[in-house]
């Protein structure tokens, strides 16, 4: 089966719609239309029923869903395999990574990677580290630059990049600026924390030194980026833990031995994914230079 139709048929699954799979594609609607009468001519079997405004897959469907899924990799890593073979690195990589790598650990390997191999496109996905996960372990992507749990899938290969120490910080007009004086954690248990996402592993290492002393914070502001908790600290609102490259003169460190950590920062890939030589150069890149 043509690996396109199956690519269009994966879209409409992903967004429960045609309309919405033929403006990914940049098709027409019949086209999209054609292309899954074209499926199920060559399957004998109807993939979708549209019932309503809902389109639900048939048993058929949720069989052919599996299937295209391992046909679309192994395809894309013959591709890969056979582009590793010739000399020029072009086309383009998909890489997944946060706002606050992206500006703060890869300015100067992208740099470098830009001006060795200018016939590469980067195509970046700006997710937090759990959503990049998803997306190497579900082959959306190549490669994610994340902050790396202890715990990851077989599938996935881990590379340790980058030491990300941590640091609690409030701003100077917060009530806990205390000059030279330790603030315990049942005191800062009191204030509202500013604080990444819970599904974070950044917010789990945080909220786990409370739990070691039988605390709970009592009050937490969820923001996704780590560039506007700093922006919500330095206005006093609350207090927060950050990566010590983010603390300048506008946050004052809070002195609290506990909250003093750091997470590991790399790049993780799909065991089972041949990866293209434009993804193995810049893996080359950021292990030289890290």
């Not at 980067?122 to 902050?147: C, D, G, M, P, R």
Request: charged share 20%.
């Amino acid at each position: 089966m043509d690996i396109e139709l199956l690519k269009t048929f994966l879209k409409i699954v992903e967004y429960s719609s045609f309309s919405n799979a033929a403006a990914e594609l940049n098709l027409t609607q019949p086209a999209v239309s054609k292309r899954v009468h074209s499926i199920e001519k060559q399957l004998g079997s109807k993939v979708f029923d549209r019932i309503g405004h809902q389109i639900l897959l048939t048993d058929a469907g949720e069989v052919l869903k599996v299937h295209a899924v391992k046909m679309i990799n192994a395809f894309e890593n013959c591709q890969h395999a056979i582009s590793n073979l010739q000399q020029e690195v072009r086309g383009t990589l998909e890489l997944a990574t946060s706002h606050h790598v992206a500006l703060h650990h890869l300015p100067s390997p992208l740099r470098n990677f830009n001006q060795t191999f200018p016939q590469v496109k980067i195509n970046f996905h700006f997710l937090n580290s759990e959503e990049a996960y998803q997306a190497v372990l579900s082959t959306k992507v190549e490669l994610a630059i994340i902050t790396l749990s202890p715990k990851h899938s077989s599938q996935i290969k881990a590379h340790k990049l980058w030491e990300d120490p941590l640091i609690p910080t409030i701003s100077p007009s917060h009530p806990l600026h205390k000059a030279n004086t330790p603030v315990s954690l049942e005191e800062l248990s009191q204030y509202v924390a500013i604080l990444p996402e819970k599904s974070t592993y950044t917010r789990e290492m945080i909220e786990e030194k409370f739990i070691e002393k039988s605390l709970r914070i009592q009050r937490v502001t969820d923001v996704n980026y780590l560039e506007t908790i700093k922006k919500l600290v330095e206005t006093g609102l609350g207090w927060s833990v950050l990566p010590t490259k983010m603390v300048d003169s506008s946050l004052i460190p809070i002195y609290n031995k506990e909250l003093n950590m750091s997470r590991q920062l790399g790049l993780i890939t799909h065991r089972s994914k041949t990866l293209s030589r434009a993804a193995v150069e810049f893996i080359n890149i950021l292990q030289k230079i890290r």
